[in-house]
């Protein structure tokens, strides 16, 4: 049975296995905590999240102190979990498995996503894809992702064409591994799509994927250039780094790819401009260590270490 904390404008609450934690969480408001205890809470109708918090007053949704929780869809008729609305929430420290998707992210904004454990979906663990929307600030940090199917991506930020936009958002420090299993179909590590600007994807480490360990399209004009910086990759698949156009590649380790270490080349209506790769180093490319094809502005390679 859930139990209320403390009563105020802002609450505490905490759940077990067995309570309706879709019920408790969407009757979250600014400032309300949500504390899960250990065990595994499992979903087989939708599971859907519509709740705002404010930019002083966050909802947060977490693991009680030193306990594992874990939410479950044993099939993967739904995904596992809709955020249909989700602004100013935070999420940390819960274990997320099975559905079709795994995290579907949808009218979602100022949105935190930490020291969480996605595994073991039946298509992409994390989508923000929806047509129409714009995903300003996710902070998607310290997430332990692997052991997709499907079409496989351990990511999935933003939308063919320009269709949606990842803006201004944080992907770093988290371990994205093993979506190459034998029914993956696609099983990039992290995917920003056409469109998506301003973001950072800083300090992750990817492995074992079957396509890129990191893909990028271009901004189509929306906004500054991404930011892929200080990554660890090996066993990709496909290219190690791969970018259409709009992005800065700094400081990056490539151990092992089965195409290029990076590749900058046209991808949807970007053609490779706008890109600066620096201070790099790429061993055991299967191909070239740096690739250019059809640039139609500046690119400018400097000061990398490379081995092919």
């Not at 995290?103 to 894809?129: G, K, P, S, W, Y």
């Not at 995903?135 to 064409?161: A, F, K, V, W």
């Not at 990028?216 to 496909?238: F, K, R």
């Not at 780094?241 to 490539?254: E, G, K, P």
Request: hydrophobic residues 35%; proline residues 4%; aromatic residues 6%.
């Amino acid at each position: 049975m859930w139990t209320i904390l403390n009563l105020a404008a802002a609450a505490t609450f905490e759940a077990s296995p067995g309570d309706d934690i879709e019920a408790l969480i969407n009757g979250l408001v600014p400032g309300d905590e949500l504390l899960l205890h250990d065990g595994t809470y499992t979903k087989t109708d939708r599971f859907g999240v519509n709740i705002a918090g404010t930019p002083g007053a966050p909802i947060v949704i977490r693991n009680f102190d030193g306990e594992s929780p874990h939410i479950h869809r044993p099939d993967a008729s739904q995904n596992l979990i809709d955020f249909d609305r989700a602004h100013y929430v935070q999420i940390r420290g819960i274990g997320f498995s099975g559905g079709s998707a795994g995290l579907r992210l949808i009218d979602v904004q100022h949105f935190t996503l930490e020291d969480c454990d996605l595994h073991d979906t039946a298509d992409v663990a994390l989508r923000a894809n929806d047509t129409g929307f714009v995903y300003e600030d996710l902070q998607i940090l310290h997430n332990e992702i692997h052991h997709t199917s499907g079409t496989g991506e351990g990511m999935y930020l933003g939308c063919n064409s320009n269709g949606c936009q990842v803006a201004n958002s944080l992907i770093a420090n988290n371990w994205v591994h093993h979506t190459d299993g034998p029914n993956i179909v696609q099983g990039d590590g992290i995917e920003l799509k056409e469109g998506s600007y301003g973001n950072t994807i800083r300090d992750n480490v990817i492995h074992d994927t079957n396509y890129p360990c990191i893909l990028t399209y271009s901004t189509a004009g929306n906004g500054p250039a991404n930011l892929i910086e200080g990554n660890v990759m090996w066993a990709c698949g496909d290219h190690g780094i791969q970018s259409a156009a709009d992005s800065t590649i700094r400081n990056n380790l490539i151990l092992s790819a089965n195409a290029n270490g990076i590749a900058l080349q046209p991808h949807q209506s970007g053609n490779p401009s706008n890109i600066t790769v620096s201070h790099n180093t790429v061993i055991n490319a299967g191909n070239d260590a740096i690739s250019v094809r059809d640039p139609v502005g500046s690119v400018v390679i400097a000061n990398n270490a490379l081995y092919a």
